[in-house]
Structure formats: structure tokens, C-alpha cells
């Protein structure tokens, strides 16, 4: 009976939706700040291994639980609107427990960044289990702190923000501009921060990189509440979309666009100065664009959602200006680029030397499986054909 119960039960916590963000955008964006950090600081020894593993980990726990928790919180809005969701499907108990759950496992992954290579620690361990111990909890989170205090304030506060989002009574997100604020903040600029700060490294290319992903993130959640005006306006939801109208908020989005596009390529040129070897891959992408450009235009390639499950209309997409969807797979591509740098730049491999490039370059393109099996291959395919 209890097998009979929980095989159905696992299908569905497999179908939540929120597991599905590590495949997509904020994965990838995280990911190539996480690789262009460690290229930049010159983080190449296996010894920060072990800390960059815990670093992608609080943030796969955080970005899961991100989603969930507004999954959770919009279920009675979504089942009005006409949605179907797994979680819908399950008692409310168990997305519960999951959320509690990933608060748990981020607070335990927290702390153990806190004293990983701890000194103090080690020497009060040494020492004894009394005395000795406690003296060394104190000086090793002591320690700890004054490395990651500025990462787990912003670990937390995003951990924060990202609850009341969507959690009443507070919910950000039916309140006008305050939710578009919220979401940008939940799902790009603190991660991004956070990312650098773990790093310790603050720069021109730090504000760079907040100011790219945070526009980008702030195009995002405005076409998103676009396509849901409808649903909004009949569950009432009052996002900011519902409050300005349709016609202003598609105004804001062009002109996000357009600064989307601005920063991307002072990226570009920013990575061209750093990385000057990124000159064999940047050069290819802009050339690449006017070859898909003249591609869309003969109807030889069809422009096209890279998640077929959030059910983008066609009419939508044929509207979005072709270098706003350019931009997300050239960032990929980048990605992969300096995935495979970091690999060049750590030979001679040792045992442990090679585990970091290799684990980097094999989650970089599971983060980009939606992007490869709709656009990649599919494009690769016709352009052989052609």
C-alpha cells in the first residue's frame, strides 16, 4: 500500500515545475557569472573545488525553492485561472515539506562554507570535545564571517525576498511596481551579487554584470505579466502589468530591450579586453546573427521558445525583436567558451586540478538541455539543409 502510494507521489514531485529552472535561464546566467568570476580572480586551484560546489548548490536550493514557494502561493489563483500544475495535484503538505526543507539544506550548506578550511576549528577539534570545541566554533565562525558575511546577508535576504514575493500577507507580486522590483531582485541581482561577493571581487565588471542581468530580468518578468494580463485581470492579480495597462507596459519593454542589448555588448567588449582569446567566439556570434537574421527573413528558420511547456503564443513570438532571443543563446555559448577556457587555463591536469573544469563544463550544458534539443539542433539541422 505504502509503494502504491508513494511511486505516484514521486512522479509528481518529479513533475513540479520548479525543477525545471535548473535547466533554464537564471541557471545559465549564474553559471557564467560564477565562470567569468573565476577567470578573472584566477580561481584555478582545486583547493576553491569544494567551495564553488557548495556555491552552485545554495543556489540550485535557492532557486528551487524560489519557484516552489510562488507555485505554492499562487495555487488557489491558478486553479481559478484555469492552470494546471503538478503541485495542484499533491496535498499541501508535501510542497510544504519541501520548502522547509531547502531552507534546512541552505542553512546547513551555509555553515559549512562558513567553516570550510577553518583553522580554529581544527584546532579545537584536536584539542578535545569541550572546552577546545567551543572555543574553536566561536573563532572559526568568527572567521568564517568576516570572509562569507557579506554572502550570507545577501543569501538570506534573497531567501527573504523571495518568500514574500508571492506569501501572504505581505505578496509583492500583486502590488504594482513593488513585485517587478521584487521578482528582478529575488532572480537576478542578489544571486549575481551574491556570486561576485563569494568571489570578493568588486569592479566596473561586477556593476556591469548586475545592471545586464537585472534589465534582462526586468524584460523578462514585464513580458511575462503581459502574456498573463488576462488571467491576472480575472483572478485579480493586481501586477504592475494590470495596473499601467498593456500599451505602457509594452512601451517600457522596447525600451528594456534596447538597454538589454547596450550592456550585452559592453559585456562583449568588456570580456574582448579581459579575455582577448574570447575574440574566436565573440567574433562568430556577431557575424552569426546576420547570417540567422537573413535565415528568418527567406523562412528557412522559425523564431521560437526554447521552453515548449510554458506555452509562449506564436503571434508573441513572432513580434520579439530577433537579437533579444540572440543575446540568451550567445550568453550560453559564451558560457560554454569559458567553461572550456577555465580547462585550457588549468593544464597540466592533475587528479583533482581536472574536477572542476570537467564538473563545470557538464553542468553548463545540462543547464542549456531546453536550449539544445528546441533551437540548437533544430537550427543546426536546417542550416545543414540549406
Known sequence: MMINYFKPMTKKILEIKAWKELLDLNMQVYLLTILFCIIITKSYNYGV???????????????????????????????????????????KIVPLGMLIFFVFLSVILTLLLIFWNSEPLSEGLSEGLSEGL?????????????????????YGTAYFLATVYSAFPVRLKSRGSLGIIDDVLIEKTLPVLLIFSFFEYYNLETLLLVVLFSLLQLKIIV?????????????????????VGVKKASSLLNAVR???????L??????????????????????????MRKLVAEGKVEKKAARQDLNVPKEWTDRVPLYDGYIVSSMNIVSLFLALFLAFKSYPFTAYGSALPAFLIALVLISQYYL???????????????
Open 49 to 91: 573545488a569544494a567551495e564553488i560546489t557548495i556555491l552552485i548548490s545554495l543556489l540550485s536550493l535557492y532557486l528551487v525553492y524560489t519557484f516552489l514557494v510562488n507555485d505554492y502561493c499562487d495555487m488557489p489563483f491558478d486553479i481559478k485561472a484555469g492552470k494546471k500544475r503538478a503541485i495542484h495535484e499533491m496535498p
Open 372 to 386: 539544445i534539443r528546441n533551437i540548437y539542433i533544430p537550427l543546426t539541422k536546417t542550416v545543414i539543409s540549406c
Open 266 to 291: 559592453l559585456f562583449a567588449i568588456t570580456l574582448l579586453l579581459k579575455i582577448p582569446f574570447s575574440v574566436i567566439i565573440l567574433a562568430p556570434l556577431f557575424i552569426g546573427y546576420f547570417v
Open 134 to 154: 567551543s572555543e574553536g566554533l566561536s573563532e572559526g565562525l568568527s572567521e568564517g564571517l568576516s570572509k562569507y558575511g557579506i554572502f550570507v546577508l545577501l
Open 258 to 264: 534596447v538597454f538589454v542589448l547596450l550592456f550585452f
Open 223 to 243: 513580458e511575462h505579466q503581459i502574456l498573463d494580463y488576462e488571467a491576472d485581470l480575472k483572478t485579480e492579480v493586481h501586477t504592475f502589468v494590470v495596473k
